[in-house]
T-cell receptor
């Protein structure tokens, strides 16, 4: 079974530029999550989707971050404009059932 | 609100020694508890999870954890450390009733020396 796919794996951008990350969850998984993991910290939830609806986006900085999950499958996370403090690993995860969560390998963002 | 606290940001052991990584949780509802491992430049891999069945949970790679409600703890152990166990370990909690997203601790880096 294929895992959670993310791209790009690595991205370096200048501050104030924009960036987009893509996630393809495991087939059939209704729930999709985006987490932000800053170096030396645990992952922090940014947004949770159930199919194509948002369940929780309370910690998403909506002035610069946006996410969508069209058709309830793939998802895109966008940052515009990026700040230095956005340097982190962005982890996508999917889940077929509550509390059974599979993570992708992450997209590493460096903002310079 | 739920939270987890991992005691000790860095633990060092010798190869063959006992591994003990500490995690305490706070939850107003029965929790589900998890341990994940992260190797350099990789995503998170589930080691084990507690979902209100047996309090002693066995996971992959010889790890196990015991849920102790009276101590609000879910410590991770392994009898004998291997060099390959060197990684970052994260404890996480979720609301068993609502199926909410995981809330992670800050992580513990495990170093294993020969």
């Amino acid at each position: 079974e294929a895992g959670v796919a993310q791209s790009p794996r690595y991205k370096i951008i200048e501050k104030r530029q924009s960036v987009a990350f893509w996630c393809n969850p495991i087939s059939g998984h209704a729930t999709l999550y985006w987490y932000q993991q800053i170096l030396g910290q645990g992952p922090k939830l940014l947004i949770q989707f159930q199919n194509n609806g948002v369940v929780d986006d309370s910690q998403l900085p909506k002035d610069r971050f946006s996410a969508e999950r069209l058709k309830g499958v793939d998802s895109t996370l966008k940052i515009q404009p990026a700040k230095l403090e956005d340097s982190a690993v962005y982890l996508c995860a999917s889940s077929p059932l509550p509390n059974t969560i599979y993570f992708g390998e992450g997209s590493w963002l460096t903002v310079v | 609100a739920q939270s987890v606290t991992q005691l000790g940001s860095h633990v060092s052991v010798s190869e063959g020694a006992l591994v003990l990584l500490r995690c305490n949780y706070s939850s107003s509802v029965p929790p589900y508890l998890f341990w994940y491992v992260q190797y350099p430049n990789q995503g998170l891999q589930l080691l084990l999870k507690y979902t209100s069945a047996a309090t002693l949970v066995k996971g992959i790679n010889g790890f196990e954890a015991e849920f102790k409600k009276s101590e609000t703890s879910f410590h991770l152990t392994k009898p004998s450390a291997h060099m390959s166990d060197a990684a970052e370990y994260f404890c996480a909690v979720s609301d068993s009733q609502a199926g909410t997203a995981l809330i992670f601790g800050k992580g513990t880096t495990l170093s294993v020396s020969s």
